[in-house]
């Protein structure tokens, strides 16, 4: 063996000692964190929608909140403030509060259609995107959650088959759950007005395959 040879063979093994010695230990080497899954975030989410439906058996009829009042319970969980619309003439907003959820501190809020029938409820959640939600890609890989498209989930349900509807925009993200699939729609392109492509919708599997 030349001697160039040996010089360059006995330089890898030293790096190698060194990169041991005074390298980071596997233990303290962060690893690669998935975050939360949207079916994660959807069973939680359907989990207080389905609280709630069941609360209205046995509560009055809500009266409707002012906007400036359901804004302040998304201002105090987010500690900013977001534009929300009037829910037009069949609908109104009833409730709300601060709760942690699957990613984070989020706003729920709740909506009631016209006719008062449980699928007429709509549960509405309200995070700061902190990129902490992913999908996977066709190939099983965790991705982030793009911008503006809306992701929809079936999880099981005792509640007449609850639908959620999860999407980032505008750096927040939304999740819609009800079982009245027109008004999820209507409400969806209402709080996504500004984002053009509103009506791009991908079906999420519960169990994606890598």
């Known amino acids: 063996m030349s001697p160039l040879a040996i010089a360059a063979t006995v330089a890898v093994v030293v790096f190698?000692?060194?990169?041991?010695?005074?390298?980071?230990?596997?233990?303290?080497?962060?690893?690669?964190?998935?975050?939360v899954s949207l079916s994660d975030l959807a069973l939680a989410v359907e989990s207080r929608h389905g609280e709630r439906l069941v609360n209205t058996i046995h509560?009055?009829?809500?009266d409707p909140?002012?906007?400036?009042?359901?804004?302040?319970?998304?201002?105090?969980?987010?500690?900013r403030t977001v534009e929300l619309p009037a829910l037009g003439t069949d609908g109104h907003w009833v409730g709300g509060n601060a709760v942690q959820l699957p990613g984070?501190?989020?706003?729920?809020?709740?909506?009631?259609?016209?006719?008062?029938?449980?699928?007429?409820?709509?549960?509405?959640?309200?995070?700061?995107?902190?990129?902490?939600?992913?999908?996977?890609?066709?190939?099983?890989?965790?991705?982030?959650?793009?911008?503006?498209?809306?992701?929809?989930?079936e999880p099981p349900s005792d509640f007449g088959g609850t639908t959620v509807v999860i999407w980032r925009e505008d750096s927040l993200v939304w999740v819609i759950a009800g079982a009245e699939h027109p008004i999820l729609e209507t409400l969806r392109s209402t709080l996504q007005a500004r984002v053009h492509g509103s009506s791009l919708v991908r079906e999420v599997q519960e169990n994606p395959t890598p």
């Open 16 to 35: 190698s000692i060194f990169l041991g010695v005074f390298g980071p230990r596997i233990g303290n080497r962060p690893g690669i964190s998935v975050g």
């Open 59 to 62: 509560a009055p009829p809500h």
């Open 65 to 79: 909140l002012p906007i400036e009042t359901v804004q302040a319970i998304v201002e105090n969980a987010l500690h």
């Open 104 to 153: 984070g501190r989020a706003a729920v809020l709740f909506a009631q259609y016209e006719g008062g029938r449980y699928g007429e409820y709509v549960t509405i959640c309200i995070f700061n995107d902190e990129d902490r939600f992913t999908v996977f890609d066709p190939f099983g890989r965790p991705i982030g959650l793009p911008d503006g498209e809306a992701f929809v989930i």
